[in-house]
């Protein structure tokens, strides 16, 4: 009989975090949190090898905004940094889920919507 290691992953941000992406000009507010990659291969094959992430690392998806537009990422842990703007995200769904809390700058989930 073939034993299985259980394995706990620790995520370094939690949802409701705002976090920018190391390399690229976007931040967010992390609205859900894979322990390890969770996407497609197809996804994952896109990214350039020499900037493809470990899969064995948590991922975070965001409600994300760049200068120009806002949109939803799939980002891994090894490329977010924490965002020090202070300021919240413009992202139109983050008022769905999110309520901001000023004095600590970062969401919180909206009352009747956590798990």
């Known amino acids: ?5 259980a394995i706990t992953v620790t995520a370094r941000y939690a949802i409701g975090d705002i976090v920018r992406h190391r390399l690229y000009p976007f931040r967010g507010v992390i609205f859900d949190v894979d322990p ?3 996407n497609t291969e197809e996804w994952y094959e896109a990214i350039p090898e020499e900037l493809r992430p470990r899969r064995d690392q948590p991922f975070y998806h965001l409600f994300a905004e760049n200068a120009e537009t806002e949109y ?3 980002v891994s842990e090894q490329n977010l ?3 020090e703007s202070g300021e919240p995200v413009r992202h139109p769904q ?3 889920v999110f309520e901001w809390v000023s004095d600590a700058k970062r969401y919180s989930i909206r009352p009747g919507l956590e798990h």
């Open 94 to 96: 983050v008022p769905e």
């Open 81 to 83: 940094l924490p965002d």
């Open 1 to 5: 009989m073939e034993k299985h290691k």
């Open 36 to 38: 390890e990659f969770a």
């Open 72 to 74: 939803v990422a799939y």
